[in-house]
């Protein structure tokens, strides 16, 4: 019975065209990173030849090298993802916001001789899936109730619906991923530093979708009940319900390390490489189907689940370069990540039917490609007040040799910071990116244009003692 069922499952996900979550490549491109520290992210994340704070474990750990002094970090963030569809003509706004936790942790140097030896520990959030889309249109000419009822029905039953009428579709997608961090530095020779952070990493997407075609002028208003012809005649529907909730647990280790050179007081330039990763994920389902009637007082339901379906995919090499440079109280950075995307494979079967690795990995070699991020970040120091303000850019190009439904993206960053005391340190940091792309699924086959903004506002908290 659970084969039979993922084998429906698999059927309406393909016609929903929303693969993307557990059957296709594109799980690796899922939601947003922004990466942590809200003085890192004001920047542009150009944080990479920085790295003088707690948010070196993520940015470049050979960082943690640079601290003289125990440092305790917590930081919140509040994300708002809007997006404005326009579909069959009609525009409707869909919205999402969450509040979490971004980062706590603590450094802490161990007294040496000469050099420096440091640690850190700390729990993140890297990544967030936060997504809404809101449509509505009336649809003349097609209607995904014809061809979703025939798998479930069986051969005995037809129907002439074929259009006409009212298409609703919402979907809420929310989550993150989230890594817990060990990591530590240490000075091998005079202003050279090494650094590595090994990170267990864990998450959550959860993904609903409801659709509901309606006839909403009452067309389709005939008894379906033929039995001369043979077979039932479905066409006295009321309204079509087609809900589905998709979860994904990810799951998986990474290794990252980083090297720091400080040329001179001015200057300073690093490098990391975050080795293949390779991802684990359990994902349950359920939908229900529910058909209404105008003849009828019964509805027709149709409940389907499934759990334990498990699969594993591997990120590719990821390498980046940066310095910075300092003059008098202006600080300037920059850095440069490729990842070749092409390198990036499926380690098990799909779990689509009939898709097997070799299928989905083929696919990738021949649709993604590699990828250079760019990161420039400014940061001024007012003496007068003591407070920092900064300002930054980065750009997260689609790995997709076609960018139509997975765009390039890019952001803008802005931040401030204000010294309390000499050991305490409060930081503000904004990223705010916008996109545009069109999408088509076969529930509504129309296409839809969205016009997406992102923004998440990064508050940290920062104690050296």
Do not use: C
């Amino acid at each position: 019975m659970q084969g039979k069922s993922l084998f429906i499952l698999t059927i309406m996900i393909a016609l929903a065209g929303v693969t993307t979550l557990f059957a296709q490549e594109e799980i690796f491109f899922l939601g947003e990173e922004t990466g942590i520290g809200a003085r890192a992210m004001g920047m542009g994340g150009a944080f990479l030849g920085v790295a003088d704070d707690y948010s070196a474990i993520y940015w470049n750990p050979a960082g943690l090298g640079q601290l003289r002094r125990m440092e305790m970090n917590i930081g919140f963030s509040h994300n708002k993802y809007a997006n404005n569809a326009t579909f069959l003509a009609t525009d409707m706004k869909g919205e999402t916001s969450f509040t979490r936790l971004n980062s706590i942790g603590f450094v802490f140097p161990v007294p040496t001789y000469q050099g420096s030896l440091v640690f850190g520990v700390g729990y993140n959030k890297i990544r967030d899936f936060d997504t809404a889309l809101e449509i509505t249109g009336f649809n003349k000419d097609y209607t995904a109730y014809a061809d979703n009822v025939m798998p479930i029905w069986g051969d005995e039953y037809a129907t002439d619906i074929y259009g006409d009428l009212q298409q609703d579709e919402s979907i809420i997608e929310e989550g993150s991923l989230n890594q817990f961090t060990l990591s530590g530095a240490l000075e091998v020779q005079k202003n050279v530093m090494l650094g590595a952070s090994l990170n267990f990493i864990g998450g959550k997407d959860d993904y609903n979708l409801k659709f509901i075609e309606s006839d909403i002028y009452d067309y389709y208003n005939t008894p379906p009940y033929d039995d001369s012809l043979g077979y039932r005649i479905l066409s006295d529907l009321n309204n079509w319900v087609f809900d589905q909730s998709i979860v994904s647990d990810f799951s998986a280790a990474s290794l990252k390390m980083g090297v720091l050179y400080q040329m001179n007081r001015a200057i300073r330039l690093g490098a990391t490489v975050v080795f293949p990763t390779q991802y684990s994920i359990n994902e349950s389902w359920s939908q229900t189907i529910t058909e209404t009637y105008d003849l009828a007082d019964e509805q027709y339901v149709d409940e389907q689940s499934g759990e334990g379906i498990k699969y594993k995919f591997v990120e590719p090499y990821a390498l980046a370069v940066g310095g910075s440079f300092k003059l008098i109280n202006i600080l300037l950075s920059g850095s440069v990540e490729f990842k070749d995307w092409t390198q990036a494979k499926f380690k098990t079967d799909a779990p689509s039917y009939g898709v097997s690795k070799a299928d989905i990995n083929s696919k990738i070699k021949k649709e993604l490609q590699s990828v250079t991020r760019i990161r420039l970040g400014a940061e001024v120091y007012v003496p007068v007040i003591k407070a920092r303000v900064r300002a930054g850019y980065y750009n997260d190009p689609s790995a997709y040799k076609y960018t139509n439904v997975t765009p390039d993206k890019e952001y803008l960053t802005a931040g401030a910071s204000l010294m309390l005391d000499k050991q305490v340190m409060v930081d503000f940091g904004l990223t705010h990116g916008s996109w545009e792309r069109e999408t088509t699924d076969n529930l509504t086959y129309s296409p839809t244009l969205e016009k997406v903004t992102f923004n998440k506002l990064v508050g940290t908290l920062s104690i050296r003692f």
